[in-house]
């Protein structure tokens, strides 16, 4: 029947990708790795402790697009307590390249956790193309940033899948003249007049509150994942530095989930994020207005790649379980960043994003999450 066979070429390279690329090798590494006890020897390596609560294992980080590094992950369960969890991640590739986070992670009670944390980097290879839905690939340029942050982080899970989360902290960004990847630096291009500063490159100490609502219908895996998911965001922001700089970034996302079989789902998901100024006069930084790209929405772009005020998204992802911890991800996304309150949107303007690739299970990664 040719309406059947339409679909299968169409999705062939597809299909050869996820099966015969990732699954079947990863499913043959995975087998040999449990039939020889791989997991077992390593975790005796890395691990210390007679119950095997603390370890040091190394890192390294490889993004095309930016510098690569290396490091060490470092954890010890059950300190001084109960499922109380500390968490240290450092990674380096020079002293141009450095970057540390500690972590706490304190229950409060059976369902709610504290986290305590704090993450400092200094790395010369951020990205920055300008403005606006038309910004160019070729208009790429690079800048230094030398980064502070610090907050406690209150989660609670109420339902299912949904949890409540607030923190406030500090945020403070100095940024510099540095050039990577054969892009030239963001600084060397205003002064040969070729691009402006644009806002908080002077820098900035942004103190802030932020909340997030998760309503999630689905129940834990290995449940039935067929549900609807909806994301609600709110933060507000001040610059310290400045009288009048003080912004508000809001957005959400809508989600439905269909479990085709085995935990095996596709979903369709629509996100909107905004970004404005409480006062007239504020200047947002540039680093605190919508960005996308990087592990956000619009996978296929640098995190950097696309910068303004408002951002529209709409995402189509396949996610299939590949191992215990581990999910394979096929995903395609259409949208844009846009000025104030999606100003000029039309669809002429919509980009496409692709990626696929393979992520930490959630609710398993964010006791990890640092």
């Known amino acids: 029947d040719v309406a059947l066979w339409v679909p299968r070429v169409v999705f062939a390279p597809i299909y050869f990708v996820t099966e015969f690329v990732i699954r079947r090798p990863l499913g043959w590494l995975i087998t040999t790795a449990e039939q020889k006890q791989w997991p077992q020897a390593i975790r005796d390596f890395f691990l210390f402790g007679p119950e095997k609560k603390a370890g040091v294992v190394p890192t390294a980080f490889l993004d095309f697009g930016f ?3 290396v490091g060490i992950y470092a954890f010890w369960d059950d300190l001084l307590g109960k499922d109380n969890h500390l968490r240290l991640h450092a990674t380096t590739l020079g002293t141009d390249w450095l970057q540390g986070a500690i972590a706490d992670r304190i229950p409060i009670g059976k369902d709610s956790v504290v986290d305590l944390r704090i993450e400092g980097v200094h790395r010369p290879d951020q990205l920055f193309a300008g403005f606006g839905p038309r910004t160019q690939e070729s208009r790429r340029m690079r800048y230094g940033v030398d980064r502070f942050e610090a907050r406690p982080v209150f989660e609670a899970n109420w339902w299912r899948g949904s949890r409540v989360l607030t923190t406030a902290g500090v945020r403070y960004a100095e940024f510099r003249d540095d050039a990577c990847c054969d892009e030239p630096s963001l600084v060397s291009e205003v002064r040969r007049g070729r691009a402006t500063l644009p806002a908080g490159f002077e820098g900035y100490t942004n103190v802030y509150q932020r909340g997030e ?5 689905r129940e834990a895996r290995p449940a039935n994942q067929t549900g609807v998911r909806l994301e609600l965001e709110a933060e507000h922001g001040s610059n310290v530095r400045s009288s009048t700089s003080n912004w508000l970034r809001y957005g959400g996302s809508v989600g439905g989930f269909y479990d085709i079989k085995n935990n095996r789902t596709v979903s369709l998901s629509v996100t909107t994020l905004f970004v404005d100024p409480i006062s007239r006069d504020a200047r947002i930084p540039f680093t605190e207005q919508i960005i996308l790209g990087g592990s956000g929405p619009m996978r296929g772009y640098l995190y950097g790649r696309l910068t303004d005020r408002s951002a529209a998204i709409a995402t189509l992802k396949y ?17 844009n960043v846009f000025g104030p309150q999606l100003e000029n949107w039309k669809p002429s303007l919509l980009r496409l994003s692709g990626a696929i690739g ?3 299970r959630r609710d398993d990664a964010a006791v990890n999450d640092l």
């Open 67 to 69: 510098r690569a590094s």
């Open 213 to 217: 609502l998760t309503v999630d219908t």
């Open 319 to 335: 996610r299939w379980p590949i191992w215990a911890f581990l999910d394979g991800t096929l995903q395609v996304a259409t949208g």
């Open 358 to 360: 393979i992520e930490s």
